[in-house]
C-alpha cells in the first residue's frame, strides 16, 4: 500500500473512533438529559458534540453506526407506514369508574384463584398515561423496530418516528438479545399548549388534547416533524423476553426497564400495595394531585404484582384478568354560553372567550372557555345561547369541543373591527385579528407587563394580573420599565396594599434585577421570541448590544430562524420606545447574569480562557461558565491549544485526555475556587 494511502486508512479509523465516541457520548447525556432529568452537561455542550458527530457523519455515512442520535434528526418522510403484527398481541384494560369496581374487580380475581376469603392480593399501582400505546423491538439490544398498537394484533411501523423520541433508547445499557418494550408516547401539558399556540399563528387546525397531538405527531409521513414535537415515552411492560429473563414480580419488570435505560414513571408514583384498599388509598393521591402533573393521565393502572398469578389468572380476549384501569371521570360536560367576550393578549391578537354557565368538570369550576379565534368559531358555528360541550385538559384553558344544540340567537358571532381597549383599528393577519396600537393600547400593556414579571421571564413574585391593571391604572407604571422605580409607599397607598405586601412586592422586584440573560429577552416580548429563541439569541449574541447591533442577515443566516422572525427582532430595535424601556431598565440597575460587568471582572480571568470536564462539586456547569465570563473571562466548549485552564471535576471525559496530551495547564476544583475568589 502507498503511504498517502496508508494515512488515509489511519485518519479513516480515527474518525471511525471518534464518530464511535461522540455516538457513545451523545447517547449518554441524552439518557442523562431525558430519562433520569439530570443532565451533567449544558445544552450548548451538548449541541457541540452533536454538531461535530453529524459533520463527521455527512462526510463518512459509511461509519454512522444504527442507534446513532443522528437518526433521532427525522429521517426522510414515506408514503405510508407499513403494518407490523405483534408477536404477543398487545392488550387493553378492563375499565372500573367506582371504588366498588374496583373492589369488585379484586374479588373477581380471589374467586378465580379460588382464594379463601380474607387473603390479600398485593397489588402495583401506577398512573394511567393518556397517550399512545407503542411497541419497541430491541434486537442485540438495538432498537429495530416500533410500532403503534393499532387494533392490538397489528399496529403501524413508526419507527423512524419514534427514533426522535429522546427518552426512547436506541441501544439499551444492557445486553439483551431480544425485547419487546410496552409503553406510551405523550406530549406534556406545556408542549401541548405551545404546539396549539403556535398552530393558531399559522393558521392550521388545533389539536384536540394532548394526545391526539402525540398520536398525530408519531403518525406523521415526515419524521422531522415528529422530531420538533418534544414527545416522551413512559414504558410499563414487556412483551416477548428471552428465557434467562426471569421476573418475580411486575415491579421487578420495572425495575428492570429502568436498568435497561427506558423512562418509567416516577419511582414515587409507582406504589406497591398490600391489598385492593391501598390501591383506593393511591388513587385518591393521585386523583389530588392530578393538575400538577405535567402529563395528563386518565386513571391508575392497578395490577397483580405476583407474575405466577397473572400467569394463573390469565387473559380474556381483549384484556387481561390480572389488571384493571381505575379511570378519572369525564373531563367533559355541556353548558350553556351566556356571553362572548374579547379580550386583547400582548401582542394585540383579539381572543374571543366564552362565559359559561358555572359547570363543574372534574372537580373544578369552569366559567369560561377558550372559543380561539373567528375561524374556530365559524367552523364550529357557536353562538351566544348555545348549548356546548366544554373539556377541560390540565392547566390548558378550558376549550369549547362543540355546540350541542344551537340557542335563539340567530345569525353569527363576528370579533368586532375596533380594538374593545383601546378602539383602535383591527387588522386581520392571517386567522388573527389584531390591535395594531401596540405602543399605547391598553391592555396589550397590561399583557406585556404581566409576561415579563412572569415565572418564566423576569420571575417577579406578586405582580400578576389584578396587580398589574391596579398600577396601570392609577399610572404608577407605563411600560415595564417604571416596575424598578415603585416606591413602597406609592404601593401601600393602593387598595389592597399593606406594607408586608408593599416590602414583599419590592423585595421580588430587587431579586429579579439579577436574573439570566435568556429569561430576560424572553421577558421583553419580542414578537415570536419564545424562551428557545431567546436563549438561542443570547449564546450567539451574548448580550442586548450583540443582539441591537445584528443586521437582518445575521439574525436570519446565522442560527437560520426564518425571516418573519429575525425581522420581527430586528425591527423591535429599531424602535426608540423600545430602546428607551430597555436604557430605563439597565438604569434602574437590571444587571441580567450571562454579560460581563466591569465591576466584577477580575485580572486574574479576564480574556483567559477555560474549560470544564467532568462533575463540579460546588457549582454546576452552568454556574462555574457564568462566573467565568462575569469576571471577564471566556468559557471554552472545546480543547484547543489556546486554552489557560482546564478545570477538571469528578469523571473527567476524553477532554481531559485531549488536555493532558496537549500539555495545556489542569487545575482541580479547589485552584479553580481560589483563582476565580481573588479580586
Ligand atoms: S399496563 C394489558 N400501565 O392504557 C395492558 N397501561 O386502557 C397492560 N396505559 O393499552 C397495560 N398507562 O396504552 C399500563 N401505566 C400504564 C399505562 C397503561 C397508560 C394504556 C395502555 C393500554 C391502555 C389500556
Redesign the pocket.
Known amino acids: 500500500m502507498k503511504d498517502k494511502e496508508k494515512g488515509k486508512d489511519k485518519n479513516k479509523d480515527k474518525i471511525k473512533k471518534r464518530i464511535n465516541e461522540l455516538t457513545d457520548e451523545i447517547n449518554y447525556h441524552n439518557y442523562r438529559y431525558y430519562v433520569l432529568d439530570e443532565p451533567v452537561i449544558s445544552d450548548y455542550e451538548f449541541d457541540m458534540l452533536l454538531k461535530e458527530l453529524l459533520s463527521l457523519e455527512r462526510l463518512y455515512p459509511e461509519f454512522i453506526r444504527e442507534d446513532s442520535p443522528s437518526k433521532r434528526v427525522g429521517d426522510l418522510p414515506s408514503e405510508k407506514f407499513a403494518r407490523i403484527t405483534h408477536h404477543i398481541p398487545?392488550?387493553?384494560?378492563d375499565?372500573t369508574y367506582s371504588a366498588g369496581d374496583v373492589i369488585e374487580f379484586d374479588k373477581k380475581v380471589k374467586r378465580f384463584l379460588e382464594f379463601p376469603g380474607g387473603t390479600d392480593i398485593e397489588y402495583i399501582c401506577?398512573?394511567?398515561?393518556?397517550?399512545?400505546?407503542?411497541e419497541l423491538i430491541y434486537k442485540d439490544g438495538i432498537l429495530t423496530s416500533g410500532s403503534t398498537?393499532g387494533d392490538?394484533v397489528t399496529g403501524e411501523d413508526v419507527t423512524m418516528n419514534l427514533k426522535t423520541v429522546r427518552s426512547v433508547p436506541l441501544r439499551l445499557l444492557k445486553p439483551v438479545s431480544y425485547l419487546e418494550v410496552?409503553?406510551?408516547v405523550l406530549m406534556d401539558k406545556e408542549s401541548f399548549k405551545r404546539l396549539n399556540e403556535d398552530r393558531i399563528r399559522k393558521n392550521l387546525p388545533l389539536f384536540a388534547n394532548p394526545r391526539n397531538a402525540a398520536s398525530g405527531s408519531i403518525r406523521q409521513l415526515d419524521p422531522k416533524i415528529t422530531a420538533s414535537r418534544n414527545l416522551i415515552m413512559?414504558c410499563?411492560?414487556i412483551g416477548d423476553y428471552p428465557v434467562e429473563l426471569k421476573f418475580r414480580t411486575q415491579f421487578e419488570i420495572m425495575e428492570n426497564l429502568r436498568s435497561f435505560g427506558f423512562k418509567i414513571?416516577d419511582s414515587k408514583m409507582i406504589k406497591v400495595v398490600k391489598n385492593i384498599d391501598g390501591a383506593l388509598k393511591f388513587f385518591e393521591e393521585i386523583s389530588a394531585n392530578r393538575e400538577s402533573f405535567p402529563v395528563e393521565?386518565?386513571g391508575?393502572?392497578i395490577?397483580v404484582n405476583d407474575i405466577a398469578l397473572q400467569q394463573k389468572l390469565g387473559?380474556l380476549s381483549k384484556?387481561?384478568r390480572w389488571?384493571a384501569?381505575y379511570k378519572f371521570s369525564a373531563k367533559q360536560a355541556t353548558t350553556v354560553i351566556e356571553d362572548i367576550i374579547v379580550s386583547v393578549g400582548r401582542t394585540g391578537v383579539l381572543t374571543p372567550v366564552s362565559i359559561l354557565e358555572p359547570v363543574n368538570i372534574g372537580g373544578v369550576e369552569v366559567k369560561r372557555a377558550t372559543l380561539h379565534n373567528q375561524d374556530e368559531i365559524n367552523k364550529k358555528d357557536i353562538n351566544v345561547g348555545d348549548r356546548v360541550l366544554v373539556e377541560r385538559a390540565g392547566d390548558v384553558i378550558p376549550e369549547v369541543v362543540k355546540v350541542v344544540s344551537k340557542g335563539k340567537h340567530a345569525g353569527y358571532f363576528y370579533l368586532p373591527d375596533k380594538c374593545p381597549c383601546c378602539g383602535s383599528e383591527v387588522v386581520i393577519d392571517g386567522a388573527n385579528y389584531r390591535c395594531m396600537n401596540e405602543l399605547s393600547c391598553p391592555c396589550q400593556i397590561k399583557a406585556s407587563i404581566v409576561h415579563f414579571a412572569s415565572k418564566r421571564a423576569m420571575d417577579i413574585e406578586g405582580l400578576g394580573e389584578k396587580i398589574v391593571d391596579k398600577l396601570v391604572e392609577n399610572t404608577l407604571i407605563k411600560d415595564v420599565g417604571d416596575i424598578y422605580y415603585l416606591k413602597k409607599e406609592d404601593l401601600e397607598k393602593l387598595e389592597g396594599f399593606g406594607r408586608k405586601s408593599a416590602d414583599n412586592l419590592i423585595n421580588s422586584i430587587e431579586k429579579s434585577k439579577n436574573i439570566s440573560y435568556d429569561r430576560f429577552v424572553y421577558a421583553l416580548g419580542i414578537r415570536h421570541v419564545g424562551e428557545h429563541i431567546a436563549s438561542l439569541l443570547i449564546s450567539y449574541f451574548k448580550d442586548i448590544n450583540g443582539i441591537k447591533n445584528a443586521d437582518l442577515d445575521d439574525l436570519i443566516s446565522k442560527f437560520q430562524i426564518g425571516e418573519e422572525i429575525g425581522k420581527s427582532i430586528y425591527n423591535f430595535f429599531r424602535l426608540k420606545t423600545n430602546l428607551n424601556v430597555i436604557e430605563k431598565l439597565f438604569e434602574a440597575g437590571v444587571s441580567p447574569k450571562g454579560a460581563a460587568d466591569l465591576s466584577k471582572v477580575s485580572y486574574l480571568i479576564a480574556g483567559k480562557r477555560f474549560l470544564f470536564t467532568g462533575g463540579l462539586n460546588g457549582f454546576t456547569r452552568d454556574d462555574a461558565e457564568n462566573l467565568v465570563k462575569e469576571k471577564g473571562g471566556i468559557a471554552e466548549k472545546t480543547v484547543k491549544k489556546n486554552l489557560d485552564y482546564v478545570v477538571t471535576g469528578k469523571y473527567p471525559g476524553s477532554k481531559y485526555e485531549k488536555a493532558v496530551k496537549l500539555g495545556l495547564k489542569i487545575i482541580n476544583e479547589d485552584e479553580f475556587k481560589s483563582l476565580i475568589l481573588q479580586k
Open positions: 398487545m392488550l387493553s384494560l375499565n401506577e398512573r394511567k398515561f393518556d397517550g399512545l400505546a407503542i398498537r392490538g410496552r409503553g406510551e413512559y410499563y411492560g414513571d393521565i386518565d391508575i393502572v395490577t387473559e384484556s387481561p389488571a384501569a
